[in-house]
């Protein structure tokens, strides 16, 4: 248990569909973040809310959308993806502002777009 | 892009101290250096972070070169279940969140 908690852990899509990943902390921390990683590639980084504001997208295509209706949860809203979509998603949170506090990541949802 | 350079690859024997380098040439005097580790098909896991000081914990040691521009993750008794993806990460500050950068980090396997 790493106190982020993602589902589903996998999930099979058509390019027509329209589905959302979850993310849900129990650490109590105010910031969260969505990674993603694709075979044989580092993290990149999609967005970032902080203090549930949207301070960081990185240039990440519009058939991804975020929400972050809390601290403690947080959506990756997916339509019209493509099959190069597939990848790993993760979801990580932390304490902004404190210097000692690190990222914890889920384990993130394997998504498979068909 | 990611601040760090660290080897491929690595290898060592169970039991032994497995000695992972990063060099973080660019980095600025406020800057935290992270490590993390991932093993297949699993989020990353925090390992240690730190500024200037060597930092231990119970997993691992870091050890940071005077200037910063580079650092050692050691691991006093490598295990088989060590055996996973190691990452170096300069932690970049923004005005109300941080960011952690990821590279291609180093694939350490412990061999038995």
């Known amino acids: 248990e790493t106190g982020v908690t993602q589902t589903p852990r996998h999930l099979v899509m058509g390019m027509t569909n329209k589905k959302s990943l979850k993310c849900e902390q129990h650490?109590?921390?105010?910031?969260m973040y969505w990674y993603k990683q694709s075979a044989k590639k580092p993290l990149e980084l999609m967005f970032v809310?902080?203090?549930?504001?949207?301070?960081e997208n990185n240039s990440v295509p519009s058939r991804f959308s975020p929400e972050c209706p809390n601290s403690s949860h947080l959506f990756l809203h997916l339509h019209t993806l493509q099959p190069e979509d597939s990848a790993l998603y993760l979801c990580?949170?932390?304490?902004?502002?404190?210097?000692?506090?690190?990222?914890?990541f889920g384990n993130g949802t394997r998504l498979t777009v068909t | 892009d990611a601040k760090t350079t660290q080897p491929t690859s690595m290898d060592c024997a169970e039991g032994r101290a497995a000695n992972l380098p990063c060099n973080h040439s660019?980095?600025?005097?406020?800057?935290?250096v992270y490590w993390y580790r991932q093993i297949h098909s699993q989020g990353p896991q925090y390992i240690i972070h730190g500024l200037k000081n060597n930092e231990t914990n119970e997993m691992a040691s870091l050890i940071i070169t005077e200037d910063r521009k580079s650092s050692t993750l050691i691991l006093p008794h490598a295990t088989l279940r060590d055996t996973a993806v190691y990452y170096c990460i300069v932690r970049v500050d923004e005005d109300s969140s941080y960011k952690l950068i990821f590279g291609s980090g180093t694939r350490l396997l412990v061999r038995p």
């Open positions: 809310y902080s203090l549930e504001e949207r301070v």
């Open positions: 650490l109590g921390h105010n910031a």
């Open positions: 990580a949170s932390s304490q902004v502002l404190s210097y000692n506090s690190p990222l914890h």
């Open positions: 660019t980095i600025s005097g406020n800057e935290y």
